[in-house]
């Protein structure tokens, strides 16, 4: 298969996931809120501090391992082009705060079991890795912050976008109070054309197209899990 067919067949997946994930078309909740703004905190500390500088080790092409330790900087350094200089965990630190929890409160967050099984998952699915299906693991859930996957607000403007609708409603915040999920409009365009940049360089090259699909259909599995297990600690949260 060529490899424009290749960036097709990634599109579905990231299509399906939009589609099928209960988090994303379930009612936004403040317990909800709450728990993704303690959980993903930690998921994002997570992933670009350990799992995606994995794949950026194991990556033999210059640029683009240099693409993923500026990304994985941007979310747990500093970000100078759309967040100010704070990174993406201290800007939802911050967002936080603004829906009902204590800084304390978020910071003392340990991860509930359905993260601790995702970053197993993820360890297996980025660490041990040919660094193309790393790639496609550290870019695919970003895709979904890109227009045009799914329905709805979501296919508009992209997962965040739809966050961003729902909080702003739930909590009556501004666009500038939900910067965490504006700045990603931006942000994860970029992040995540690095990852498709790279699928559709060397995929055909490698004989890897069904590995990378194979790849990302697993992975937005994980999120898939990941997210819904947030919805249902969020639920007990709520009722506490
Ligand atoms: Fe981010
Ligand atoms: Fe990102």
């Known amino acids: 298969m060529a490899s424009k067919g290749v960036l097709a ?3 579905r997946a990231v299509d399906d996931f939009s589609r099928r994930t209960r988090y994303f078309h379930e009612e936004m909740t403040k317990g909800r809120a709450r728990m993704f703004a303690m959980q993903h905190r930690l998921n994002t500390r997570h992933r670009n501090s350990v799992l995606k500088l994995k794949v950026a080790t194991n990556c ?4 683009t391992r240099i693409g993923i330790i500026k990304a994985c900087s941007e979310e747990v350094i500093a970000d100078h082009e759309h967040g100010g200089g704070r990174a993406h965990w201290e800007i939802l630190e911050d967002l936080g705060t603004r829906i009902g929890l204590k800084r304390s409160e978020i910071r003392a967050a340990t991860p509930i079991a359905t993260t601790q099984l995702a970053w197993a998952a993820w360890e297996g699915l980025m660490a041990n890795r040919h660094w193309l ?3 496609v693991a ?3 859930a970003e895709r979904a912050n890109v227009p045009g996957y799914g329905t ?4 508009k403007h992209g997962w965040f976008g739809l966050e961003r609708e729902r909080w702003g409603k739930l ?4 666009d500038g109070e939900l910067e965490f999920f504006e700045l990603h409009e931006k942000a994860d365009i970029e992040h995540s054309d690095a990852g498709w940049r790279a699928v559709e360089r060397f ?3 490698l004989h890897m197209e069904d590995a990378v699909v194979a790849a990302c259909e697993k992975n937005l599995q994980v999120w898939e899990m990941y997210l819904n297990g947030i ?3 969020g639920n007990r949260l709520g009722r506490r």
Do not use: V, Y
């Open 9 to 11: 067949r990634l599109d």
């Open 60 to 63: 033999p092409d210059w640029d």
């Open 133 to 135: 299906e790393g790639i």
């Open 231 to 233: 919805g249902e600690a």
């Open 171 to 174: 909590f009556g915040l501004s």
């Open 152 to 155: 709805g607000i979501m296919k």
């Open 138 to 140: 550290n870019t695919c």
């Open 203 to 205: 995929a055909k090259q």
